[in-house]
């Protein structure tokens, strides 16, 4: 079994960051995959951006060149530099972790974590 617990979402305004993070403990040698999902009410989760072992990316368009996806994999941490915000951004972060990367990236990653609320408004 593999916990993660998302830490660092809150209330910014439009223009700023906020630097989300998810410390993995359990299992750790399982995870090959991590990912960062966010959901609003009544709306699917969608992938916000995803991250291998070894640093292959992939990000959702609406957030690519404003977030950052990164992980030390000596922490067991995977982090989400989240730039030039939106009201748009405004959501439930959800990390996500599995041994295979297109898991992650179709969503159907195995371990999730609990959320953590952005919300940006002036």
């Known amino acids: 079994q593999v916990q993660l617990v998302e830490s660092g979402g809150g209330l910014a305004q439009p223009g700023g960051s906020l630097r989300l993070s998810c410390a993995a403990s359990g299992s750790i040698s399982s995870i090959y995959a991590m990912g960062w999902f966010r959901q609003v009410p009544g709306k699917a989760r969608e992938l916000v951006a995803a991250i291998t072992r070894g640093g292959d990316t992939n990000y959702a368009g609406s957030v690519r060149g404003r977030f950052t996806i990164s992980r030390d994999n000596a922490k067991n941490s995977l982090y989400l530099q989240m730039n030039i915000l939106k009201p748009e951004d405004t959501a439930v972060y959800y990390c996500?972790?599995?041994?295979?990367?297109?898991?992650?990236?179709?969503?159907?990653?195995?371990?999730w974590g609990q959320g953590t609320q952005v919300t940006v408004s002036s």
């Open positions: 996500n972790a599995d041994f295979d990367f297109y898991k992650v990236i179709r969503g159907v990653g195995e371990y």
